[in-house]
T-cell receptor, first 109, second 115 residues
Framework: AQRVTQPEKLLSVFKGAPVELKCNYS??????LFWYVQYSRQRLQLLLR??SRESIKGFTADLNKGETSFHLKKPFAQEEDSAMYYC???????????FGSGTRLLVRP | NAGVMQNPRHLVRRRGQEARLRCSPM?????VYWYRQLPEEGLKFMVY????????ESGMPKERFSAEFPKEGPSILRIQQVVRGDSAAYFC?????????????FGSGTRLTVV
């Protein structure tokens, strides 16, 4: 069955430190992977998707099919990056998203 | 464009009552999706609707839950005879197309508490 695993519930780093939010998935086909972010008191919003291969707010994520991972990285964390981050998978271009349980990133000053 | 509007933001119901959650999609979006987030879990797909049609309800519990998206008005997720286990955050999303090429736009969610 398709599954998305985010092993860390909470990740706490100091401002300026590198950040890596882990995401592993299980899916036999060609998935599309996404990262969504939810800032405090705001709605869930798309941060980036693997097919775009773009960097948003300094974040990047590379799809590693061999390790079935899609880790989210940022070289220098900022306090405003503190939020809940969700990794999600869709089957090809399907409308249905499968979410991980989320990781709360806390960036300390 | 006000985005996807969900109301109410918070809803408290006693066991056995009915809960009605409303979702107005973004202007120009004709596809609506409902997701549920139980405590400490990720969002889970419930149902996908287009105007007047249920396209995929594979994630809906078989009993007590229903959804509609009428020709006029918002989409409604209805939970009859609520139980404590229904306490969760319910998110609605909309998109202009079926595929995720343009991504979803999520609402702020309705947090249902059953007491």
């Amino acid at each position: 069955a398709q599954r998305v695993t985010q092993p860390e519930k909470l990740l706490s780093v100091f401002k300026g430190a590198p950040v890596e939010l882990k995401c592993n998935y299980s899916y036999s086909g060609s998935p599309e992977l996404f990262w969504y972010v939810q800032y405090s008191r705001q709605r869930l919003q798309l941060l980036l998707r693997h097919i775009s291969r773009e960097s948003i707010k300094g974040f990047t994520a590379d799809l590693n099919k061999g390790e079935t991972s899609f880790h989210l990285k940022k070289p220098f964390a900022q306090e405003e990056d503190s939020a809940m981050y969700y990794c999600a998978l869709s089957e090809g271009r399907s409308y249905k998203l499968i979410f991980g349980s989320g990781t709360r990133l806390l960036v300390r000053p | 464009n006000a985005g996807v509007m969900q109301n109410p933001r918070h809803l408290v119901r006693r066991r056995g009552q009915e809960a009605r959650l409303r979702c107005s999609p973004m202007k120009g979006h004709s596809h609506v999706y409902w997701y549920r987030q139980l405590p400490e879990e990720g969002l889970k797909f419930m149902v996908y609707l287009q105007k007047e049609n249920i396209i995929d309800e594979s994630g809906m519990p078989k009993e007590r839950f229903s959804a509609e998206f009428p020709k006029e008005g918002p989409s409604i997720l209805r939970i009859q005879q609520v139980v404590r286990g229904d306490s969760a955050a319910y998110f609605c999303a909309s998109s202009p197309l079926r595929e995720l090429d343009y991504g979803y736009t999520f609402g702020s969610g309705t947090r249902l508490t059953v007491v």
